[in-house]
Nanobody, 121 residues
Framework: QVQLVESGGGLAQPGGSLTLSCAVS????????MRWYRQTPGKQRELVAS???????TNYADSVKGRFTISRDNRKMVYLQMNSLKPEDTAVYYC???????????????WGQGTQVTVSS
């Protein structure tokens, strides 16, 4: 069974930094696009950033461009470096990955359990 586990959330001051990590575990064939989403109470989950391959194209929400950086390695990890944090970045952050379990099987979306990020002085 594939699992995604986020870590690195917590409390940061405005202007501070945090780095989120997401580890994919379990037996699988390949991982496609990896993404970070965030959600605040009463709002829809928002796509924050995505990355295709280890050095592949990245995309960011306008609200985080220039402040957040998504990266991944070849060991089934994806990261989100968050700089110049603002109170409005406060949310639960979720890792998402398109995973192919076996050769020839379809890509399926998989989610982590989320990690809380709070930006406050």
């Amino acid at each position: 069974q594939v699992q995604l586990v986020e870590s690195g959330g917590g409390l940061a001051q405005p202007g501070g930094s945090l780095t989120l990590s997401c580890a994919v575990s379990g037996s699988l064939f390949s991982i496609g696009i990896m993404r970070w989403y965030r959600q605040t109470p009463g709002k829809q989950r928002e796509l924050v950033a995505s990355i295709t391959t280890t050095d592949g194209p990245t995309n960011y929400a306008d609200s985080v461009k220039g402040r957040f950086t998504i990266s991944r390695d070849n060991r089934k990890m994806v990261y989100l470096q968050m700089n110049s944090l603002k109170p409005e970045d406060t949310a639960v952050y979720y890792c998402n990955a398109d995973i192919r379990l076996r050769l020839g099987s379809p890509l399926t979306a998989n989610w982590g359990q989320g990690t809380q990020v709070t930006v406050s002085s």
